[in-house]
């Protein structure tokens, strides 16, 4: 068996060489399949044959011995404890046991047959760990202290299934080191693009089927990009306490050598995980998700104020189908990934015409939370009626059948109606391939929490990401409509109960597939007529009687593409002035949500009057964001001038202002300037 296995080992590699790269992958996977009965295992110390569990299993690969495993080893040696197993990898070095033994008691070692590769190499250690986390180490860099602690530590504040560390050179000058290497002071995100000192889910590493076996180079990145519609932005963690010193490379030559390579490598990567790179540099880009951290944050400062268990409530997900069995493998292994374990899923066909339900009744028999209801076939609104009527939960939870929510998608959604009972409807945000943090609607501003508020500019949040107290579905969905049916149900149910209050948080945590098959996509023009006729109705409460006027500053306030002369600007800011007394008046609305929605449009035009309808500080903080969100969509498109004027006129607005308000303007006016204003 070796010999032949050894033979598709030589196949693949001269797939990888000839450009037959799907070739190449499957002769590797096939190979990596096969190997481990032909490895040879060897235990050192009494009790690693018990079956033992370990919080984290430490894989070490080896290719060649070098005078720097000893120090790793003893380096390694100081920060274990009876919590860890070390599992040393020999892929080629046969001194690895003899230098291990100087250091550690109790290890295993995993012989293969011939040379593998690093990919291939930790995926065999990750079979045979025993650990919940997998830590891997180069074994030519030295960790300092802490290192293992801090990875662990990072995974479990973060509830990231993939940490990396912060790598600096051993001998070389810093800047000679690879950008990758080290990426600041402070965690960010990022993909797993330091494998060498890295902390991964072993149960997560084995379901994506690990490291791509003919990779050496890329491979974290690649394996992040196939778990990212899993796990999303805030999945891919690094910490920079955790430190490993390593070198590059030794000599130009194995440099150049090594650039030539990954750029192959890169060109595999590209076509068989498309996608990767630009998820890769988009993550890169933008390393922080302010707002989400801050949302986070505010939840778990919240819940901890409340002292209810939420383990006991129940969640139904619902959701409709039809015609997509395509989707159901995500589907399904969606809800097998959750953190959180009392809930149900209701799922309706809605008169399929393939093998759907037949997929979703066998689904049904490997997890019986899965309740299957045959619809009537007479659309969405009715299969979602059906679907929340045969739930049973105390929250519920919409889950389109084409989208992934992430593993604590459910658990966060109980943690947040926990801290927060008055709240009724949440709204969380989608995340793609393009888009991080996705709230939907307008304004998008992802500070602006208020659903109730949000209804009048536009649908409130991603439909896709609602969760909602059963008290809350008053109304149901129209069977009526085609398109905007979510707008319709949520407008009306928060008509139906003046009491009820709804947020929308800037959380990532459902990934949103557009493709031509969504509602979203077939029908444009009715889910615009909807919107629009929704906004009317929404903006009755505060208008008795709509003129043609109003309904164009209602579009104004709604699109981020009206454009005014100077004189309908005026007049756009005296109809603002007006609704936002009109609401002082009647109290239909928040009266610091509604002035931050009306202004929205005001941010990019006429800033400095905009300035002068804030009414109070909080409100002058949050627009001052806003307006700086602006500033700095021109300063990455290169327009500094139209940067610098939208400064200007915010100045002259701030200035005209007394008290707080004037404090926190001009406050952040001076942090944004010292950075726009010396260009």
Same mark, same amino acid.
Request: hydrophobic share 40%; charged share 25%; aromatic share 10%.
């Given at each position: ?160 299934? !993939? ?127 302010? *707002? ?152 998008? *501003?992802?500070? /602006? ?13 991603? /439909? ?96 981020? /593409? ?102 926190? !303007? ?14």
């Amino acid at each position: 068996m070796i010999s032949i296995l050894e033979e598709r080992f030589k196949q693949g590699h001269q797939s990888f060489e000839e450009g037959r790269f799907h070739e190449a992958q499957e002769s590797l996977r096939y190979v990596e399949a096969n190997l481990l009965p032909e490895c040879t295992i060897e235990h050192f110390g009494e009790n690693l044959a018990t079956d033992r569990t370990f919080t984290a299993s430490v894989v070490i690969l080896s290719h060649k011995d070098n005078e720097l495993i000893s120090e790793a080893f003893s380096r390694l040696a100081a920060q274990f404890n009876s919590e860890l197993e070390l599992i040393l990898l020999s892929n080629g070095n046969d001194e690895l046991t003899r230098r291990a033994k100087t250091h550690f008691s109790e290890f295993q070692t995993i012989t293969t047959p011939f040379v593998v590769g690093c990919s291939m190499g930790r995926n065999i250690g990750a079979r045979l760990a025993r650990g919940k986390w997998l830590i891997f180490l180069d074994d030519d860099g030295l960790i300092e202290d802490g290192c293992v602690e801090s990875l662990l530590r990072c995974a479990k504040e973060t509830g990231a299934p !993939m940490v990396r560390g912060r790598i600096k050179p051993l001998t070389l000058d810093m800047a000679e080191a690879p950008s990758n290497y080290d990426l600041g002071d402070y965690r960010r995100l990022s993909f797993l693009n330091g494998e060498g000192v890295s902390c991964v889910l072993k149960r997560d590493l084995l379901r994506f089927d690990g490291f791509d076996p003919v990779l050496a180079g890329h491979e974290g990145v690649e394996l992040c990009a196939r778990m990212w519609r899993f796990y999303g932005p805030l999945g891919f963690v690094y910490e920079p306490s955790a430190v490993l010193l390593h070198d590059y490379s030794k000599g130009d030559a194995h440099l150049e050598q090594k650039k030539k390579r990954y750029a192959a490598l890169k060109q595999y990567v590209e076509e068989v995980t498309p996608n990767c790179f630009l998820l890769h540099d988009m993550l890169r880009n933008q390393a922080y998700l302010p *707002e989400a951290s801050a949302a986070l944050a505010v939840i778990d400062r919240e819940a901890n104020r409340h002292s209810a268990a939420g383990g006991g409530k129940k969640i139904t997900v619902v959701t409709t189908v039809k015609n997509g069995r395509d989707w159901l493998d995500d589907y399904e292994l969606t809800w097998a990934h959750q953190d959180y374990d009392n809930y149900e899923v209701v799922i309706v066909d809605d008169g399929s015409t393939d093998d759907t339900l037949e997929k979703i009744r066998e689904i049904a028999e490997r997890d019986t939370r899965f309740v299957v209801v045959e619809g009537s076939g007479e659309g969405r609104s009715a299969a979602l009626n059906a679907a929340i009527g045969a739930g049973t939960g105390d929250i519920f939870v919409i889950a389109d059948v084409d989208d992934v929510s992430v593993p604590n998608r459910l658990s966060l959604t109980m943690k947040y109606f926990e801290a927060f009972p008055d709240c009724d409807v949440v709204s969380f945000a989608t995340y793609g391939e393009d888009s991080l943090a996705s709230i939907g609607g307008r304004p998008k *501003e992802k500070n /602006f929490y208020d659903l109730k508020t949000r209804l009048l500019v536009g649908m409130a949040g991603r /439909f896709p990401s609602y969760a909602f107290r059963r008290r809350f579905f008053q109304e149901p969905f129209d069977n009526k409509l085609v398109a905007g049916v979510d707008y319709d149900w949520v407008s009306r149910n928060i008509a139906a109960n003046s009491a009820a209050t709804g947020h929308v948080l800037p959380i990532p945590i459902v990934y949103y597939r557009q493709h031509d098959g969504s509602i979203s996509t077939q029908r444009v023009k009715a889910q615009s007529d909807t919107r629009k006729a929704i906004i009317k109705r929404n903006f009755d409460n505060l208008i008795e009687s709509m003129s043609e006027r109003d309904i164009v500053f209602i579009e104004a306030v709604s699109s981020n /593409f009206q454009q005014f002369q100077e004189e309908d600007l005026r007049a756009y800011r005296g109809w603002i002035n007006k609704l936002i007394g009109r609401n002082a008046e009647v109290g239909a609305y928040d009266p610091e949500a509604l002035a931050f929605a009306l202004l929205n449009f005001l941010r990019s035009e006429g800033v400095s009057e905009a300035t002068k309808i804030v009414s109070t500080p909080d409100l002058a903080y949050k627009f001052s964001e806003t307006v700086f969100q602006s500033v700095q969509y021109f300063e990455d498109s290169g327009d500094f001038r139209k940067a610098r004027a939208l400064l200007r006129s915010f100045r002259k607005g701030a200035k005209g202002l007394s008290g707080k308000k004037r404090k926190y !303007m001009l406050w952040s006016l001076k942090q944004k300037t010292r950075k726009i204003f010396v260009r």
